[in-house]
């Protein structure tokens, strides 16, 4: 009886030994894990303007035309949202018209 207590034991505090070290990898994973994260935040900071693609003499053109993009992306979106709602309405009218005959038809007859 001894015996299998001293044996249980053991295996207790190796396994207490095993979580102790999981615990130890997986901080390392995680540091690991967040380095690369930042690495990758920092690159994809660096390529945000396309225009460092063309390297360091850019023609204006190219910069200009950047910033026309730039600024009618917003105008362009605002118009699409515009026609969406028109369409939504242009749909409400002529289900309104539908019913509106349907009255009518119903009431003359």
Not at 55 to 70: A, D, K
Not at 93 to 109: I, V
């Amino acid at each position: 009886m001894e015996e299998e207590e001293q044996e249980e034991e053991k295996k207790k505090e190796e396994e207490e030994d095993n979580n102790l070290r999981n615990r130890k990898m997986n901080k390392k994973k995680e540091e690991t894990d967040q380095d690369d994260k930042n690495d990758k935040q920092k690159k994809k900071k660096k390529s945000s303007n396309p225009l460092h693609w063309f390297g360091l003499l850019v023609s204006p053109s190219l910069r200009t035309s950047q910033e026309h993009f730039i600024s009618a992306l917003p105008l362009l979106v605002e118009q699409v949202n515009k026609i969406k709602k028109l369409d939504e309405m242009e749909k409400k009218y002529n289900t309104l018209q539908e019913t509106k005959l349907a009255l009518k038809l119903k009431n003359t007859t």
